[in-house]
């Protein structure tokens, strides 16, 4: 049942594709941890414009599905843009998008759990808005916000499996592409999975790292 | 130097506050005492607007605190809160020089000095580098003390300090809040503890459903109340 031999040569070919995955999943996480800050701080602020925007925002990016909104940005968006956009930043801004509404919601969480006298104490100390965002209200929310937030990446890393869809040259589509040539389709899917798998291991691991250093003040 | 003009609060239909009017003098130390929900916390909280009054105006310096000014005055009015509110992921240091450096544009080495200093004066110097939560109740209160000196405040607006505090641990923080007292410092105290309101304040400020019932000298005040309510009141805390 299993021959691995034929696919041992096309292994090599199948690890690359971890270097385009984490350069979706990393740049997609960094656009959605800044959107998602941004829309969150949207959310608990209380200029309703914006606040409206946010929620509506989340709403369309939760309520639709993720390869919908893949295949927008990559096949659609050139109608109105009138440029084609190559298939990597379609990917990353697809995701980077889709995460964000998710993050959002994460950071809301994070930043409304930590203690209101905290906020209090800034004010009385003069400290402004920004600054005590920054400085005070949202280091505390991240230590609240980190497992969530690890979750959010381990299940971006495995679902941007999806940009195969629109060609993207990732783990999944190069597995797909030896099964393909070779016509033996299980032993490079099996790969596949084992990559992934070892990568979800390997980041829950880090996320327990970052965790536990976040955990010094205690 | 703290002038406090018919001042309401309302949260929906429950008036806190019904029109509260006094006066507190430099270096004065005043007491404000009264039963729980008489609106005590409400009215220190309405001085520097973590509460928004309803109406009624507090001048501070000779400035009538505004939606605009408020972040300036703020600076110069210290506060003490019952559950401390130190930053937790910052160290003892790091929780006393944030506003002076960050918001009052201290230099950073100058910032530490005076920390320092002031711990020293608490009696935390020790305890420089160390998180808030790996300190006891009454360490956590003087840090909080020390913090709100840091900014270099001209009042200091204490919320029931010593309230959350295990009983052994009071004492501690008396002592330095008294010795505040004696420096020199305006302080408004919101307490339960009444041997120290006695034997510190100036005057007491005593009240009883959102309105400024009494307003003496401790003496005045816990030998021959004027009026009913705290006399109740004395009666049954004392």
Same mark, same amino acid.
């Given at each position: 049942?299993?021959?691995?031999?034929?696919?041992?040569?096309?292994?090599?070919?199948?690890?690359?594709?971890?270097?385009?995955?984490?350069?979706?999943?990393?740049?997609?996480?960094?656009?959605?941890?800044?959107?998602?800050?941004?829309? =969150?701080?949207?959310?608990?602020?209380?200029?309703?414009?914006?606040?409206?925007?946010?929620?509506?925002?989340?709403?369309? &990016?939760?309520?639709?599905?993720?390869?919908?909104?893949?295949?927008?940005?990559?096949? *659609?968006?050139?109608?109105?843009?009138? &440029?084609?956009?190559?298939?990597?930043?379609?990917?990353?801004?697809? &995701?980077?998008?889709?995460?964000?509404?998710?993050?959002?919601?994460?950071?809301?969480?994070?930043?409304?759990?930590?203690?209101?006298?905290?906020?209090? =104490?800034?004010?009385?100390?003069?400290?402004?808005?920004?600054?005590?965002?920054?400085?005070?209200?949202?280091?505390? =929310?991240?230590?609240?916000?980190?497992?969530?937030?690890?979750?959010?990446?381990?299940?971006?890393?495995?679902?941007?499996?999806?940009?195969?869809?629109?060609?993207?040259?990732?783990?999944?589509?190069? *597995?797909?592409?030896?099964?393909? *040539?070779?016509?033996?389709?299980?032993?490079?899917?099996?790969?596949?999975?084992?990559?992934?798998?070892?990568?979800?291991?390997?980041?829950? &691991?880090?996320?327990?790292?970052?965790?536990?250093?976040?955990?010094?003040?205690? | !130097?703290?002038?406090?003009?018919?001042?309401?609060?309302?949260?929906?239909?429950?008036?806190?506050?019904?029109?509260?009017?006094?006066?507190?003098?430099?270096?004065?130390?005043?007491?404000?005492?009264?039963?729980?929900?008489?609106?005590?916390?409400?009215?220190?909280?309405?001085?520097?607007?973590?509460?928004?009054?309803?109406?009624?105006?507090?001048?501070?310096?000779? %400035?009538?605190?505004?939606?605009?000014?408020?972040?300036?005055?703020?600076?110069?009015?210290?506060?003490?809160?019952?559950?401390?509110?130190?930053?937790?992921?910052?160290?003892?240091?790091?929780?006393?020089?944030?506003?002076?450096?960050?918001?009052?544009?201290?230099?950073?080495? +100058?910032?530490?000095?005076?920390?320092?200093?002031?711990? +020293?004066?608490?009696?935390?110097?020790?305890?420089?580098?160390?998180?808030?939560?790996?300190?006891?109740?009454?360490?956590?209160?003087?840090?909080?003390?020390?913090?709100?000196?840091?900014?270099?405040?001209?009042? !200091?607006?204490?919320?029931?300090?010593?309230?959350?505090?295990?009983?052994?641990?009071?004492?501690?923080?008396?002592?330095?809040?008294?010795?505040?007292?004696?420096?020199?410092?305006?302080?408004?105290?919101?307490?339960?503890?009444?041997?120290?309101?006695?034997?510190?304040?100036?005057?007491?400020?005593?009240? +009883?459903?959102?309105?400024?019932?009494?307003?003496?000298?401790?003496?005045?005040?816990? %030998?021959?109340?004027?009026?009913?309510?705290?006399?109740?009141?004395?009666?049954?805390?004392?």
């Amino acid at each position: 049942m299993f021959d691995f031999t034929s696919v041992i040569p096309s292994i090599p070919y199948i690890l690359e594709g971890i270097g385009i995955t984490l350069q979706i999943v990393i740049f997609a996480t960094i656009i959605g941890v800044v959107l998602g800050i941004l829309l =969150a701080l949207c959310k608990i602020g209380t200029i309703w414009p914006l606040k409206w925007f946010a929620e509506f925002y989340t709403s369309i &990016f939760r309520g639709t599905p993720l390869v919908l909104q893949l295949m927008i940005m990559y096949y *659609a968006m050139p109608q109105i843009l009138g &440029f084609n956009i190559e298939v990597m930043p379609a990917a990353i801004i697809a &995701f980077g998008l889709n995460s964000a509404a998710y993050i959002s919601e994460i950071i809301r969480a994070g930043i409304n759990a930590v203690d209101k006298g905290q906020q209090e =104490a800034a004010k009385a100390l003069g400290i402004p808005y920004a600054k005590m965002m920054r400085d005070i209200i949202l280091p505390q =929310a991240m230590k609240n916000i980190m497992p969530s937030l690890m979750n959010e990446f381990i299940t971006l890393n495995k679902e941007s499996a999806i940009v195969t869809v629109i060609g993207a040259l990732d783990i999944m589509r190069r *597995a797909y592409v030896v099964g393909g *040539a070779t016509f033996r389709y299980l032993e490079p899917l099996l790969i596949a999975g084992v990559i992934y798998y070892v990568m979800t291991l390997v980041l829950t &691991f880090l996320g327990k790292m970052i965790e536990k250093r976040m955990r010094r003040s205690d | !130097m703290i002038k406090v003009e018919n001042l309401h609060k309302t949260y929906g239909k429950n008036e806190v506050l019904k029109g509260i009017s006094t006066e507190i003098k430099e270096k004065e130390v005043i007491a404000v005492i009264g039963p729980s929900g008489s609106g005590k916390s409400t009215f220190l909280r309405c001085i520097n607007r973590l509460e928004e009054p309803t109406s009624g105006d507090i001048t501070v310096d000779g %400035t009538v605190i505004t939606e605009k000014n408020v972040m300036k005055v703020r600076e110069n009015l210290g506060m003490v809160f019952q559950h401390f509110h130190l930053f937790p992921h910052k160290t003892v240091l790091e929780n006393l020089i944030y506003a002076p450096v960050k918001v009052k544009g201290i230099s950073k080495e +100058e910032a530490i000095k005076e920390a320092e200093n002031l711990l +020293e004066k608490v009696g935390l110097l020790e305890k420089r580098d160390e998180y808030p939560n790996r300190l006891s109740g009454g360490q956590k209160q003087r840090v909080a003390i020390a913090r709100a000196l840091a900014m270099n405040p001209t009042v !200091m607006l204490f919320d029931e300090p010593t309230s959350a505090l295990d009983p052994e641990m009071v004492k501690e923080v008396l002592a330095v809040m008294k010795d505040l007292a004696e420096s020199g410092m305006t302080m408004i105290i919101v307490t339960h503890e009444m041997g120290f309101a006695k034997e510190v304040a100036d005057r007491i400020l005593f009240l +009883e459903d959102g309105k400024l019932v009494e307003d003496s000298t401790p003496e005045e005040f816990f %030998t021959s109340p004027k009026s009913e309510r705290a006399k109740e009141f004395l009666d049954k805390v004392l």
